[in-house]
């Protein structure tokens, strides 16, 4: 199930600054009347030797008017932050990877597909041997992905990733709103260990677990082989798709909260992706062959969890950069500017570290 989403002017965070400052300053002024005009005509009815008090009741409106209007620039600060949070997640990675291959990914946050649901917006290095998919087909389905991976100086034994509110967000050319894809799947639903670093290990069993909270958390094996995830396949129109947007959340715990914490010398990043898919039911050895992986959409760069809950961001935007995959189909289609992205955005939140 879908739903349409759009900020709205009344919103905290809206785009339309002068409706949103409107809109707060008549409903606070609403609830601060009664107030006022108690202190100003009720119960502090000043006489003649009350000047004091009088004067008093006049400082107290000037502070909370101040205190208002600092509140309201405050406010209307934050969406701009996270559009900056969003520009920086497609740039380049904070720290460099533990032994990864010399692939674009690997250094920084990348487009491939981008908005451009169909076969011949795939590379040009991306050859099936059924040529259908590299057609103008339209591919018909869609999902959300992440990877965890170890920086250079990793050291942590006692440190997990924990991975939650996966959202994806597809801006609709028919209606230009954002359509949440993934409503009622957020969680992780597969993972499995990547063969970098340690192919010996990767193989094995990937070291996931449920939090009290609810949410999943996962610990590298002995070998560090990075970890991919992410929730089931979701049916879209293809045709329709003007820009995509993927967000999750990360935080850095304790694996043995009885142990030493020594998650000051971790470096555990993580990068979200998405991609599409010709048809919700196939898998990718129905249609890549002879790849075992279909080209991405784009995927953010690896940025560092920690202590506190992080959001990463990926998003068909332009700039940060250009493309550059030689798909035939040119790269124009598949991205929008980061002006018309800012202007109707998607649904975010604000970084759990803002205030």
């Not at 609403?30 to 000047?51: C, E, H, Q, R, V």
């Not at 020594?262 to 979200?272: C, F, M, N, P, Y």
């Not at 506190?308 to 500017?337: C, E, V």
Request: net charge neutral; aromatic share 10%.
């Amino acid at each position: 199930m879908t739903q349409n989403r759009k900020l709205s002017d009344d919103c905290l965070f809206s785009i339309n600054p002068k409706k949103t400052i409107i809109t707060k300053v008549a409903k606070l002024l609403f609830w601060l009347k009664p107030l006022l005009a108690y202190s100003t005509y009720g119960g502090f009815k000043p006489k003649a030797d009350d000047n004091i008090i009088l004067y008093t009741i006049h400082i107290v409106k000037i502070l909370m008017i101040c205190t208002l209007f600092a509140f309201l620039l405050t406010s209307n600060q934050a969406l701009p932050n996270v559009f900056d949070d969003i520009k920086a997640d497609m740039l380049l990675n904070e720290v460099e990877l533990l032994d990864a291959p010399d692939h674009g990914w690997s250094k920084k946050g990348n487009i491939v597909m981008g908005a451009a649901a169909r076969g011949d917006a795939t590379p040009i290095w991306w050859q099936p041997y059924d040529k259908y998919y590299k057609s103008a087909a339209y591919w018909q389905a869609i999902t959300p992905w992440f990877v965890i991976y170890p920086g250079t100086e990793h050291e942590a034994t006692n440190a997990r990733v924990k991975i939650s509110d996966i959202k994806l967000f597809v801006l609709k050319r028919s209606t230009n709103s954002w359509e949440q894809i993934n409503e009622d799947s957020t969680d992780p639903k597969w993972q499995y260990h990547m063969p970098y670093i340690s192919s010996s290990t990767a193989r094995q069993k990937v070291n996931k677990r449920i939090e009290p909270d609810g949410k999943i958390s996962y610990k590298l094996n002995a070998g560090l082989n990075p970890i991919h995830g992410g929730i089931r396949i979701h049916q879209i129109d293809g045709a329709d798709v003007k820009a995509v947007y993927a967000q999750l959340t990360s935080e850095l715990i304790l694996d043995d909260p009885e142990s030493q914490d020594d998650r000051a010398k971790s470096q555990l990043l993580v990068s979200v992706g998405a991609d599409y898919y010709p048809d919700i039911d196939l898998r990718v050895e129905d249609f890549a062959a002879p790849h075992k992986y279909v080209p991405t959409i784009g995927a953010s760069r690896f940025g560092l969890a920690g202590r506190t809950p992080r959001i990463h961001h990926m998003a068909t935007i332009d700039p940060p950069d250009s493309i550059k995959t030689g798909s035939k189909l040119p790269d124009t289609y598949k991205t929008i500017s980061i002006t018309e992205f800012e202007a109707n955005p998607p649904v975010t939140e604000i970084s759990p570290n803002e205030p």
